[in-house]
């Protein structure tokens, strides 16, 4: 069973923003309606693999970007490869 969260929010039109936010973290969300508040049901878009992915490559780039290292991250052969930018 996928887990899930609920997130209240005070109008409909945040919570439209805040899927679109969620989203580009790798989070769905879904707007479900609760009297006057607005309430998002929200749970990893991904599964475990690709979520786990993505969590390399966001500390990957944080690691090269703090120490300036001219090196790109590119997903690949279904994991992570680190090299240097296309001429």
């Known amino acids: 069973m996928t887990k899930s969260i609920q997130v209240q929010v005070p109008r409909r039109g945040i919570g439209s923003d805040l899927t679109e936010a969620l989203a580009a973290h790798g989070l769905d969300a879904r707007i479900a309606e ?3 508040s607005c309430v998002l049901d ?3 878009a991904d599964d475990e693999r690709e979520r786990l992915v993505a969590g390399a490559v966001r500390a990957i780039e944080a690691y090269l970007a703090e120490r300036m290292l001219p090196l790109v991250v590119q997903r690949g052969d279904g994991g992570i490869i680190v090299r240097p930018p296309a001429d």
Request: glycine share 16%; charged share 35%; net charge negative.
């Open 34 to 36: 609760d009297g006057e």
């Open 42 to 44: 929200v749970t990893f």
